[in-house]
């Protein structure tokens, strides 16, 4: 069983830049693929990034590519995601999300965190 909690979204102008942090509970953090998933009201829930167990590869959607980095401390049982020149289409609650299939469908997904609200103004 692992249990996640996202913190650090908020209000930010366009431009500007956020960080999330995931805290998971349990010791098996590091035996899980990491990422986050996104949605906007009247939207379906989508892939923003994931990264693999020990940190060294990661993927991106291609609407965040360039802009968003994701990154873990399997030390600390957390995953980040830093959110650089966010734009009020990023508008959304962010959740965390542990998944050994892929992040190919949010169906699919272990296990999810709370979600916390994004929100970008113009």
């Known amino acids: 069983q692992v249990q996640l909690v996202e913190s650090g979204g908020g209000l930010v102008q366009a431009g500007g830049s956020l960080r999330l942090s995931c805290a998971a509970s349990?010791?098996?953090?590091?035996?899980?693929?990491m990422g986050w998933f996104r949605q906007a009201p009247g939207k379906e829930r989508e892939f923003v990034a994931y990264?693999?167990?020990?940190?060294?590869?990661?993927s991106y959607a291609s609407s965040v590519k360039g802009r968003f980095t994701i990154s873990r401390d399997n030390a600390k049982n957390t995953v980040y995601l830093q959110m650089n020149s966010l734009s009020p289409e990023d508008t959304a609650v962010y959740y965390c999300?542990?998944?050994?299939?892929?992040?190919?469908?949010?169906?699919?997904?272990?296990?999810w965190g709370q979600g916390t609200q994004v929100t970008v103004s113009s």
């Open positions: 349990g010791r098996t953090f590091s035996s899980y693929v």
């Open positions: 990264v693999n167990r020990d940190g060294g590869s990661t």
């Open positions: 999300a542990a998944d050994n299939s892929g992040f190919t469908s949010p169906a699919k997904v272990d296990y």
